[in-house]
């Protein structure tokens, strides 16, 4: 038997889902031939196979989440193995492993608890014992779902309807809601809002480009808001340039992809930038590198509807700015009154470790940067 387990995808991942198997039990594969492709958060990676030889077993069905370090494909390997052509089928669907019936509690056993950092954490934060818990995992793992059960209790909801049937969050959503769970969790979010008087922008402005400008503007005028916090350390991570998360909406969820270092690049460039990576998340072909490293975020989600939001803080970041649905308001004109475009902004902040005074004055920087002419 030779054992290959699912190797570090980097970037601290501790698990991926199985979004497709490339072989099948008892087919030939070739070293660096891809064996399956995973899903980590929101980047899709193809694993390849580390040498030549033949698929013993599959250790995981489609949609299954396996943890980094167990046990992904046995492949026997063979003396002489033609590395330059795959031979034989590699469509063929894996049989399904056989169900395993949950392993007693670790402290039933005087056993250490095996789990992965990103459960032990949650189990952490949601106040479950882990020893307690009996695992359901693959080689007596603890899972999230195990920590999760045991934190509501082991609440089973049925529907209504007969008809009716629970479908399984995977991917891009069960991404979304666990790093929504985690705001949740740890967040202590504070709202301001305001607006913009946008009469003096050109007929043809880009809307993105300009509010990609204005938030360079508030972290220049309050850098505190461009940082991340470590609450288990109780430190902060005040960073020297802004990396901006921009919430792209698709069909398979919210992507978040990372335009990187926007007050020092010219804005036909960061435009440039955020167009490609809109057709990456477009074609799930971004990387992940192109995903991670946020230091502040911003959501144009008057594109779709809605005025002001009280939007989440995807911790380690500490702020959130949305920019809503642009409408004409009469505002006061000299000495009369005139029917200006007014862009309605909100801020929304961590304050465990933002003020009031530091948000409020990132927000007059962005929205006085908003209200330029051009």
């Known amino acids: 038997m030779s054992l290959f387990k699912l190797p570090d995808l980097g970037e601290g991942l501790q698990e991926a889902e199985i979004v497709t198997w490339h072989?099948?039990?008892?087919?030939?594969?070739?070293?660096?031939?891809?064996?399956?492709?995973?899903?980590?958060?929101?980047?899709?990676?193809?694993?390849?196979?580390?040498?030549?030889?033949?698929?013993?077993?599959?250790?995981?069905?489609?949609?299954?989440?396996?943890?980094?370090?167990?046990?992904?494909?046995?492949?026997?390997?063979?003396?002489?193995a033609d590395t330059g052509t795959v031979v034989g089928s590699v469509s063929s669907s894996p049989a399904p492993p056989a169900a395993a019936k949950p392993a007693p509690p670790a402290a039933a056993r005087g056993e250490v608890v095996k789990c992965t950092p990103a459960v032990r954490a949650l189990a952490r934060d949601l106040g479950v014992d882990l020893a307690t818990l009996a695992p359901s995992g693959a080689h007596g793992q603890v899972t999230r779902e195990d920590v999760e059960a045991a934190a509501t209790g082991g609440a089973r909801h049925e529907p209504a309807r007969a008809d009716l049937e629970w479908q399984k969050v995977r991917g891009v959503r069960r991404a979304m809601a666990r790093n929504m769970a985690a705001s949740g969790r740890?967040?202590?979010?504070?709202?301001?809002?305001?607006?913009?008087?946008?009469?003096?922008?050109?007929?043809?402005?880009?809307?993105?480009?300009?509010?990609?400008?204005?938030?360079?503007?508030?972290?220049?005028?309050s850098p505190g808001l461009n940082a991340w916090y470590d609450a288990a350390?109780?430190?902060?991570?005040?960073?020297?340039?802004?990396?901006?998360?921009?919430?792209?909406?698709?069909?398979?969820?919210?992507?978040?992809?990372?335009?990187?270092?926007?007050?020092?690049?010219?804005?036909?460039?960061?435009?440039r930038g955020l167009e490609a990576l809109k057709a990456a998340v477009r074609s799930r072909?971004?990387?992940?590198?192109?995903?991670?490293?946020?230091?502040?975020?911003?959501?144009?989600?008057?594109?779709?509807?809605?005025?002001?939001?009280?939007?989440?803080?995807?911790?380690p970041q500490v702020a959130i700015a949305g920019a809503g649905r642009i409408v004409r308001k009469v505002v006061p004109d000299g000495d009369g009154v005139a029917v200006h475009p007014v862009l309605p902004m909100s801020l929304t902040f961590d304050h465990r470790v933002v003020t009031g005074g530091e948000a409020a004055r990132f927000l007059m920087a962005l929205i006085l940067d908003l209200e330029k002419s051009g």
């Open 186 to 221: 740890s967040v202590v979010p504070a709202t301001i809002m305001d607006e913009a008087d946008i009469h003096g922008w050109a007929e043809n402005a880009d809307v993105t480009m300009r509010l990609v400008r204005a938030m360079a503007a508030g972290v220049a005028a």
């Open 233 to 271: 350390g109780e430190r902060l991570l005040v960073h020297p340039e802004v990396h901006l998360g921009i919430a792209v909406d698709t069909g398979d969820g919210l992507f978040v992809p990372v335009l990187n270092d926007v007050a020092n690049r010219p804005l036909d460039d960061l435009k």
């Open 23 to 80: 072989v099948g039990e008892g087919d030939h594969v070739v070293a660096d031939q891809p064996l399956v492709s995973v899903e980590t958060e929101k980047a899709v990676v193809e694993v390849p196979s580390p040498w030549s030889g033949r698929v013993k077993a599959l250790f995981a069905q489609t949609g299954d989440t396996v943890a980094v370090g167990a046990d992904l494909v046995d492949i026997e390997q063979e003396i002489g």
């Open 285 to 315: 072909e971004i990387p992940l590198e192109h995903l991670r490293g946020q230091t502040i975020s911003l959501s144009n989600f008057g594109t779709l509807g809605g005025r002001h939001a009280h939007l989440a803080i995807v911790p």
